[in-house]
């Protein structure tokens, strides 16, 4: 299909970028040892699709990880680190005895960044939350749709770590932060900076479905912050950091030696001989020029942009789609990275 509705807003087009072959996202997810077919029964195909209105991308059909999934990722990747740089910049903007929601927390690693704040987390993976409160930490397993309107208005701050391309309805998501605060109150967002080389990359599998189901510019994020009751964004871009130095390098020269070669971007799904060999002198590259490469945002942005906003007032009707009074309906799942 060249165009379908957009998830953001109703009867807004929202035009194909490219599609993929679920047959090549389940070889993909099988190089990690995670088994995605049931996730795709009866799909053959997924498309990236841009609003026209919001300028979100999103995948059609939209395919939510199952809790099965999430378990079996959090075994092969690095999921739940203890430390990550929008820890530290969301950490700076937390005073002591602030009342502080963090979304999708898994095991709660960032209340160690917030030891003098009253910490609550929301989380899905049921393993995850057994292991956060036997750290003794409050985590409810409950959405924020659900969460925000049992306790409206009750945190001083909300911090949101890489799961808002989680889930499957993002404006339902956003309104929930919204409800969640005080006025006044500070949400911190953090998604994969899709303007940076996160959304140029070649055979990212975790940054296609059922693990992200959307993909965010600055301005697309920015945009629906304000049409959900946010106010005065700011932005902060992740510097380059030196675990992603290698994966970066190799991106860089892999996209050069296509251009050089065949005059063209790769695809974001390549496969084949001649891909196998281009990956391969790629990645020799990207060892050698790694480690010379300083983390600068003059040299690159980072894998994430972080956008923090103030709480304004409560969209009364948004022109936007959201389910209204959301139940306790499991949408997209908490946890993410």
């Known amino acids: 299909m060249a165009s379908v509705e957009s998830i953001i807003v109703p009867g807004a087009p929202a035009h194909l970028i490219f599609d993929i072959r679920v047959k090549d996202i389940i070889r993909l997810y099988r190089r ?41 990722i959090r075994l092969h990747e690095r999921y739940y680190d203890r430390e990550k740089y929008e820890f530290r910049h969301a950490s700076a903007l937390i005073g002591a005895g602030d009342r502080v929601l963090d979304i999708g927390c898994g095991v709660g690693n ?3 960044s917030v030891p003098e704040a009253d910490y609550t987390g929301l989380e899905l993976s049921q393993n995850a939350i057994a292991e956060a409160r036997a750290n003794l930490l409050t985590v409810h397993d409950e959405t924020i749709e659900w969460h925000s309107r049992r306790l409206p208005g009750h945190y001083d701050v909300v911090v949101s770590f890489q799961v808002l391309e989680h889930t499957t309805r993002p404006v339902d998501f956003l309104m929930g932060c919204r409800r969640a605060l005080r006025p006044g109150g500070l949400l911190v967002v953090s998604v994969p900076n899709d303007d940076g080389f996160e959304g140029v990359c070649v055979n990212d599998v975790l940054n296609m479905p059922p693990h992200h189901l959307s993909r965010w510019s600055e301005q697309a994020l920015v945009g629906l912050l304000a049409e959900t009751g946010f106010v005065n964004a700011a932005i902060h871009y992740e510097p380059l950091q030196p675990y992603h130095r290698l994966w970066f390098s190799r991106q860089f020269f892999l996209r050069a030696l296509y251009w050089r070669l065949l005059r063209r971007a790769p695809r974001p799904v390549e496969r084949g001989l001649l891909f196998t060999l281009l990956h391969a002198v790629s990645h020799l590259l990207g060892l050698l020029f790694a480690p010379a490469l300083e983390t600068d945002r003059k040299i690159a942005f980072g894998h994430t942009v972080i956008v923090s906003a103030k709480a304004g007032p409560l969209p009364k009707r948004p022109g936007l789609h959201h389910a209204g009074a959301a139940g306790k309906e499991r949408t997209g799942v908490a946890g993410g990275a």
């Open 32 to 72: 990690k040892s995670i088994d995605v077919t049931r996730e795709f029964e009866g799909i053959e195909r997924v498309g990236l699709y841009r609003c026209s209105k919001s300028g979100v991308k999103f995948f059609h059909p939209l395919v939510a990880g199952s809790q099965g999934f999430y378990e079996s």
């Open 110 to 112: 960032f209340a160690e």
